[in-house]
């Protein structure tokens, strides 16, 4: 096949004891899946179905790389969240056969630019200018589920500049990561290469430029990204 140009290269994820890495076709993300960030956002925290919303892959940071803060925009936010990779997929999955599809999980920041979001939640506009800006997805190398399990539970936390910004625990997700997968499996048909950003803990905030921030999930690992 002859193309007018050169396509764009695969985005991947390094994978934890392999030099095989992890090719990405979508990410998507869930919103206000913590009870207190609910809360803190000005929403019922009580369990209403879950919302989705789309990173554009060349969003995705990977390989320890920088963030650079776009200008003009307002306040970034950092939400640390729980990635899964999904190696299959398929439609209409039902949540007990959901972890049969996951690779591994991850650790990722979901970037926010908070005032562009507020912005268009008043106009009752769409959240891609918000969510899925260029660096807007850093993520750390995915830990095989073979090795790390399925974790269900396990403290998530944020830091910036070695304060503690977020901090909460797996166990308060409102819906699990089956449910998830099997929710969005009915709105879309999964394949293998897509990404889950499972929601944040309370305590989301800006960041500036020469901050850094470092964040982890127990059991799956930690991830420093500097702002630039």
């Not at 998507?28 to 990173?55: L, Q, S, W």
């Not at 048909?189 to 430029?209: H, I, K, Q, S, Y």
């Amino acid at each position: 096949m002859t193309y007018l140009f050169d396509p764009p290269p695969v985005v991947s994820v390094p994978v934890v004891g392999t030099d095989a890495r992890f090719p990405v076709r979508r990410v998507f993300c869930v919103g206000r899946n913590y009870r207190d960030h609910a809360i803190e956002m000005g929403h019922d925290p009580d369990r209403e179905p879950p919302f989705f919303f789309t990173k554009d892959a060349r969003a995705l940071v990977t390989d320890g790389g920088p963030f650079p803060l776009p200008r003009a925009t307002g306040e970034v936010h950092h939400e640390v969240e729980l990635v899964v990779a999904l190696r299959a997929g398929g439609s209409d999955v039902a949540a007990a056969d959901a972890l049969g599809l996951v690779h591994g999980y991850a650790v990722g920041i979901d970037l926010t630019r908070r005032s562009l979001q507020a912005d268009a939640k008043k106009a009752g506009r769409p959240w891609d200018t918000a969510k899925s800006f260029d660096h807007s997805g850093p993520i750390s190398a995915i830990a095989p589920a073979s090795a790390v399990g399925h974790p269900a539970s396990g403290a998530i936390w944020l830091d910036v500049d070695g304060a503690r910004r977020q901090t909460g625990d797996l166990a308060q997700m409102i819906w699990s990561v089956p449910e998830l997968i099997a929710h969005l499996s009915g709105l879309f048909r999964l394949e293998a290469g897509d990404l889950v950003f499972t929601g944040t803990p309370a305590g989301v905030g800006p960041v500036m430029v020469g901050q850094t921030m470092r964040c982890g999930v127990e059991g799956v690992g930690e991830l420093t990204v500097p702002v630039v």
